[in-house]
């Protein structure tokens, strides 16, 4: 009866309005924008690639919501693949989209095809459905799409959670309504697989009597634990050589209005520190601003650096794909979009053992909560808290280090998520 009731509200009430907000945003949302022209076309894309499937082999189908959900199924599709199954991936963001066209990134991730999720139109789930005929339905993190979880559970199709979270304020678990759409989800799901006991403890009070809610870990930890070891790590100039290297990544305009003046003083006042900005959209207004701001201070572009740039005190990253790689060199990081729509991935810096700040809005990140509870991270809410953050660091750095070192311990004690979940996916 309550699945019934909310296909009903979800396909007459939410579809309509979603569908109609978006088309009154895309004009002024790059991304939304972006978003809907990379979707033109791709039914005969999809059917392309279906055409090269082996009909032997088991098909496993991947949904992430944006490019951070990507690096969580990255160590899962690895294994499936590895053990034989074909891998195919959807996502929701233009972010994964754009993460999937850095050079030989669809080729390393072995997938039968990558595309958009199609709007959640029952017709266009069952067409969906229809065509990938997949053996296994794998959801990741958290974005879950009521009709295709309830038709795929209709048509007898397993279904898995895995590195699930639930926000403390998510309206999954505060209001009764949430609950009740959730619940109507949650049991279409053969399992779910949280991050932590307390998200688990969130699923169980929208469903309590599921069977298999586990605690399995965060498998984005094996992927950046993964790549850390296999990357390809960028020369800086020769200004950087024995210095202490600050890195403000996936920064926003609101991140560098908090972090800017903080990090101007520093460089004043400490000849030792050496700053890379790295804008998450290098767009020319962003890198203009950022030139602008620190103009007095000798700053290059990447794509202008030379080895014998020996007065460079700032890098403007100005290309996308290489901030992974760049956090090798940091001793202290700034993780931008906390005052946005939610801060960037922490594990990032804090696997290469920095030091780490972010803004106030982190709840989307299940690690940059740990981290604050454990003292291993700050979270800053003005350019006041930045100001005196960093200035505490820079005149305290045995502290510095020993934070820096307890960070990439954090991320390794969590590997072996992707172990844990794996034989659950292929049974």
């Known amino acids: 009866m309550a699945t019934r009731f909310w296909f009903v509200v979800y396909n007459l009430i939410f579809l309509p309005l979603l569908s109609g907000t978006v088309k009154i945003l895309a004009p002024f949302r790059r991304n939304i924008k972006d978003s809907l022209e990379k979707r033109e076309g791709l039914w005969e894309r999809l059917e392309n690639a279906v055409s090269n499937r082996d009909w032997q082999k088991p098909l496993l189908w991947f949904h992430v919501a944006s490019a951070g959900e990507l690096l969580q199924a990255q160590p899962l599709i690895d294994r499936c693949s590895a053990q034989g199954s074909e891998c195919v991936l959807t996502y929701s963001s233009v972010n994964a989209f754009r993460w999937l066209q850095r050079p030989g990134q669809k080729e390393m991730l072995n997938l039968l095809a990558a595309e958009f ?49 639930v926000h403390a304020s998510s309206l999954r678990t505060v209001s009764f309504a949430g609950r009740s759409l959730f619940r109507t989800l949650y049991q279409c799901l053969e399992h779910v697989l949280t991050v932590s006991e307390a998200d688990r403890q969130r699923v169980l009070s929208a469903f309590p009597e599921h069977p298999h809610v586990e605690v399995m870990g965060d498998t984005r930890c094996d992927s950046v634990l993964e790549r850390r070891d296999n990357l390809h790590v960028p020369k800086l100039p020769a200004a950087a050589k024995e210095k202490l290297v600050f890195i403000a990544g996936s920064t926003w305009p609101p991140d560098e209005k908090c972090v800017f003046p903080g990090l101007k003083d520093a460089l004043v006042s400490h000849p030792e520190l050496f700053l890379i900005i790295a804008p998450h959209e290098p767009t020319e207004d ?23 740039s020996e007065q460079v005190r700032i890098l403007l990253i100005d290309s996308v794909g290489i901030l992974a790689a760049l956090y090798h060199h940091s001793q202290m990081a700034y993780v931008g979009g906390a005052f946005t729509t939610g801060v960037h991935n922490v594990l990032e810096p804090a696997v290469m053992g920095a030091t780490i700040a972010f803004g106030p809005k982190h709840s989307n990140s299940m690690e940059s909560l740990q981290m604050l509870e454990q003292g291993l991270a700050a979270c800053v809410k003005n350019a006041d808290e930045f100001h005196s953050w960093l200035f505490n660091l820079l005149d305290d750095r045995k502290r510095c280090q020993e934070l820096g070192k307890q960070s990439r311990e954090y991320v390794e004690r969590q590997a072996g998520a992707s172990e844990r979940c794996f034989p659950l996916l292929v049974s």
């Open 286 to 308: 962003h890198l203009s601003n950022a030139e602008n701001y620190f103009s007095e201070i000798p700053m290059s572009r990447w794509s202008n650096i030379s080895s014998d």
């Open 117 to 165: 999720l199609p709007l959640d139109l029952i017709w266009n789930v069952r067409r969906l459905l229809g065509l990938l005929q997949p053996s296994r339905l794998i959801w990741v993190s958290y974005d879950l799409w009521p009709n295709l979880v309830w038709e795929a559970h209709r048509q007898k199709i397993p279904q898995s959670l895995v590195s699930g979270i």
